[in-house]
């Protein structure tokens, strides 16, 4: 397992190594010792799957304020997703900028994302799975959202989506 940085420091690409052999492959996916060494979280409180029947489905973009900020640790296991977080970090010097990464249950890649995140993806094929171990309870009072074309993130997405929820697009914009 190594971890790889992205223009966007705290946000983190996981990639594996493959072992293979006649029976299959083998991967260590998370490494306690190894997010440590790095500071990152090792707690996931909570642990959730989102299946997506369709390719072109978008689901963001979220996330969850203060007092319980969500880190999230984001894998694809089934299908391919083009997975987007967003920095929200007022402080940072990437404040709202935004990175894209494609996961896919082939690549058997994750990435983390820090809490002050927003965070999204579009399924790239159909019957995508994504799971999220989440570094905070869920608290729905807490839970926000921005539009996922949102004029001040400036996503450039692979294609417009063809499935969105009612809710996520009506989020109305970032208020900076």
């Not at 959730?48 to 640790?73: D, I, V």
Request: proline share 6%; glycine share 6%.
């Amino acid at each position: 397992m190594q971890l790889k940085s992205t223009p966007i420091a705290g946000l983190i690409e996981v990639q594996v190594t493959l072992h293979e052999d006649e029976r299959g492959a083998f991967a260590r996916t998370y490494d306690e010792e190894i997010f440590l060494r790095a500071g990152l979280p090792t707690s996931w409180p909570h642990c959730n799957t989102s299946w997506n029947k369709r390719r072109g489905t978008l689901r963001g973009m979220h996330w969850q304020a203060a007092p319980k900020e969500e880190s999230k640790l984001v894998r694809c296991t089934a299908g391919r997703v083009y997975d987007v977080a967003v920095d929200l970090r007022r402080e940072s010097p990437t404040y709202l900028n935004w990175f894209g990464v494609e996961l896919s249950a082939s690549r058997r890649n994750a990435l983390f994302i820090p809490a002050d995140f927003a965070h999204g993806f579009l399924t790239l094929s159909d019957d995508s799975e994504v799971y999220y171990q989440m570094g905070a309870v869920y608290d729905s009072a807490l839970q926000r959202g921005a539009r996922w074309n949102d004029p001040s993130f400036a996503i450039v997405w692979p294609f417009e989506p063809a499935v969105i929820s009612e809710r996520d697009a009506g989020f109305p914009d970032f208020v900076t």
